[in-house]
């Protein structure tokens, strides 16, 4: 028989692997973000401070300017029959029970209230803002033989008259100014009668009549209205 033997087997030595450790890549990944966010927050949040700040600045500014700039409530007739206007006529109901001075304050300039029937008070607002000469479209009612103030046929009122939002308080305005005697009449020399204004009592007011309808049948009914004005002395004439 054969004599067996056993080879015993061999081990390749190979050096111990080293216990695993945790990998912490992903977590140094989020704090190096983090790190790289803050900046960014700290730069949008500054920018939107600063932007605040810049705005409540301006907004501060543009206040104090416009209180500077808007004109300050005078104490006159003007001011009181513009508090209680509703409606045209109103002007010869309020102008007297306001203090002895219808535009006391008020400084004409030379500016044209265009369309002046289209503001919430016609005529007395381009006063109270120093305007020399306002202009009123005017059309023949033909049923009523009366003067309509208006920008086209559609938007004429029945109360929107040539009369009611212009002559009747011109008359009013200016009996109140020139009776019994001028608010001031140091400005008013070598005249007979007086204007709407009492800072340049001598300053003319032009009325501007634009004819909207047919003139030839316009004008008569026009120069009978005027009659109130002319009258009294206060319409400019050519001879």
Same mark, same amino acid.
């Given at each position: ?120 008070? #016609? !005529?007395?607002?381009? &006063? ?7 202009? $009123? %479209?005017?059309? /023949?009612?033909? @049923? *009523? ?23 009747? #308080? !011109?008359?009013?305005? &200016? ?7 001028? $608010? %001031?009449?140091? /400005?008013?020399? @070598? *005249? ?48």
């Amino acid at each position: 028989p054969l004599t067996g033997f056993v080879i015993p087997e061999t081990f390749s030595a190979s050096p111990e692997t080293p216990p695993s450790m945790p990998d912490d890549t992903p977590t140094k990944g989020r704090q190096r973000r983090q790190r790289q966010r803050w900046p960014v927050l700290s730069v949008v949040m500054s920018t939107l401070v600063i932007s605040g700040v810049a705005v409540g600045i301006w907004l501060s500014l543009t206040g104090a300017s416009v209180r500077r700039l808007s004109p300050a409530t005078l104490s006159n007739g003007l001011s009181v029959a513009l508090g209680r206007w509703q409606r045209p006529g109103d002007l010869n109901a309020h102008l007297f029970a306001g203090p002895r001075n219808f535009s006391g304050g008020v400084y004409p300039v030379p500016c044209h209230s265009h369309n002046d029937y289209r503001r919430r008070i #016609p !005529l007395l607002q381009a &006063l109270s803002a120093g305007c020399t000469s306002v202009e $009123a %479209d005017l059309w /023949l009612d033909e @049923n *009523v033989a009366d003067i309509k103030v208006g920008h086209s046929r559609r938007s004429l009122r029945s109360d929107y008259t040539l009369q009611s939002l212009y002559i009747e #308080p !011109l008359v009013t305005i &200016l009996t109140y100014q020139n009776s019994p005697a001028p $608010a %001031d009449p140091s /400005l008013a020399v @070598n *005249v007979t009668s007086v204007g709407v204004f009492e800072t340049g009592l001598n300053v003319p007011l032009v009325l501007l009549l634009d004819f909207k309808s047919y003139g030839r049948a316009l004008w008569p009914v026009v120069q009978r209205q005027l009659g109130a004005l002319r009258e009294k002395g206060w319409l400019t004439f050519w001879d």
